[in-house]
């Protein structure tokens, strides 16, 4: 596993709790793993597909293909509670799957999420094949839109005048194997 920091609070924010993803493409899969040293998170969501955001949350956005401006997105809570999208940014919809095996653990002091994205799933919701290696390109992120203390962080800069993590254009690399 590879692990990227979400180390850049593009936003100003004073509170940046030490958050980053580790990720590992396999031959099957991608397997990300999504940590915040936070001992109390905020998590009052509960159904698939709330406004996690809004709670102190973890988020993981992967552009599968070059020459497609669609991306998924996979954002989270402490309690595992998940929003899960596909689409161009503006042209989103919410994707109602269990294939992600989604684990979600809280300890003293951190919260973590863990969950996998097959290659063949992203292959049938994308109608397209994956040949390995494929480069793609992602970002990850820590926010929580109303918490105490409201933050915005991520793995790879963003260049907008507010926070707004739907921005392909920002994503970095990464090589699918």
């Known amino acids: 596993m590879k692990r990227y920091d979400i180390s850049c609070y593009p936003w100003g924010n004073e509170y940046t709790p030490e958050s980053y993803a580790e990720v590992e493409a396999t031959g099957e899969s991608l397997k990300v793993t999504l940590t915040s040293h936070e001992a109390k998170p905020k998590a009052v969501y509960f159904k698939k597909n ?13 552009k599968p293909f070059e020459d497609d401006n669609s991306y998924m997105n996979f954002e989270f809570n402490a309690n595992g509670t998940s929003l899960i999208g596909i689409g161009a940014p503006g042209n989103r919809v919410n994707i109602d799957r269990r294939d992600f095996n989604i684990v979600a653990k ?11 994205v097959k290659y063949s799933v992203i292959e049938e919701l994308y109608s397209r094949k994956i040949e390995l290696p494929h480069k793609a390109s992602f970002n990850a992120y820590k926010c929580g839109d109303e918490t105490a203390q409201p933050h915005w962080g991520c793995v790879f800069p963003i260049e907008y005048f507010e926070p707004s993590f739907h921005r392909p254009e920002f994503f970095g690399e990464i090589i699918l194997k």
């Open 50 to 62: 709330d406004p996690v955001c809004c709670d102190s949350c973890l988020e993981f956005f992967i």
């Open 106 to 116: 809280q300890y003293a002091d951190r919260w973590s999420v863990s969950f996998e």
